[in-house]
């Protein structure tokens, strides 16, 4: 378990209908080249991956009127060179006053290009901490990573999850995705579009793995059998450039969708696009 992070107040930041606390949440970036995740409270503000360069999640979160220096924390999900090819830098720019947290081993496998690390603390996969007023789930995911996790964040009663970049949907990520309002689920290719896609055979047969890539079919199917009825809002991410559509995959969870009668808000994410602000 983790300390408690300190809160910075940000006055005028506006963040309440009523007397509810919502979320604001902003999709950076959702593809193979490049991962990162803004959600936000009232008293918190956390990313999740930095898989841009600083001077692209700079200019991105400048776009939604937040700034890095008000960062208090960076999650990193694993050791990816998508999801964490801007830290160095971005770490180095904010001289340390936002720490990173990640897994033990996650954070051996890290390359802080020469300089002295940030201040970074460390989790074991499948712990809950407080990061402000954010409650933070991690669970571990089957990925080709050394530790990789997925998270849940909650607040307000409110539940944020993100899980990316996952070869299947095993029985954990399902029990800790319960109850989501709000989803981030990845949908990264379509089969037959791999299979006779560009890529080298070595490539394919890992993204086809169980530590590979979760296809448009088993993203649709954890939708009609498991996919939350509380779901407000469901973001499909990490789509491949090369080997899936956005029409395809939005088809395919559509069809999903309409099997369960659920009728959440669904946004296909596009490969390299910032996306709309949510708000839950």
């Not at 949908?187 to 037959?192: A, D, I, K, L, T």
Request: glycine share 8%.
């Amino acid at each position: 378990m983790m300390n408690h992070l300190p809160v910075r107040w940000q006055p005028g930041y506006d963040m309440f209908i009523g007397d509810r606390q919502i979320i604001k949440i902003c999709l950076l970036a959702s593809s193979s080249s490049g991962n990162s995740t803004f959600i936000g409270t009232e008293r918190t503000r956390i990313l999740i991956d930095a898989g841009l360069s600083a001077r692209q999640i700079g200019a991105r979160l400048a776009q939604i009127g937040e700034d890095p220096s008000r960062l208090d924390a960076i999650l990193i999900t694993h050791e990816h060179s998508d999801h964490v090819a801007g830290l160095p830098v971005l770490t180095r720019q904010l001289k340390g006053r936002v720490p990173v947290l990640l897994t033990h081993h996650t954070a051996e496998e890290l390359d802080w290009d020469g300089a002295a690390p940030p201040p970074v603390q460390c989790f074991q996969a499948g712990a809950r901490f407080e990061v402000g007023d954010l409650s933070v789930q991690s669970f571990t995911i089957p990925h080709d990573s050394v530790d990789p996790v997925g998270f849940t964040l909650t607040s307000g009663g409110v539940k944020v999850s993100v899980a990316t970049d996952l070869g299947y949907m095993p029985d954990n990520v399902k029990y800790h995705l319960r109850d989501s309002h709000f989803l981030l689920l990845e949908s990264n290719h379509h089969p037959e579009l791999l299979k006779v896609g560009p890529y080298p055979w070595h490539v394919k047969q890992r993204i086809l793995s169980r530590k590979g890539h979760l296809s448009n079919d088993a993203a649709s199917e954890y939708i009609a059998a498991e996919l939350s009825g509380d779901i407000q809002t469901l973001v499909l991410g990490h789509l491949s450039e090369q080997n899936n559509t956005k029409w395809d995959a939005e088809l395919a969870a559509k069809q999903a969708l309409d099997r369960r009668r659920l009728t959440p808000r669904l946004v296909v994410q596009e490969p390299r696009i910032q996306s709309e602000v949510f708000f839950l």
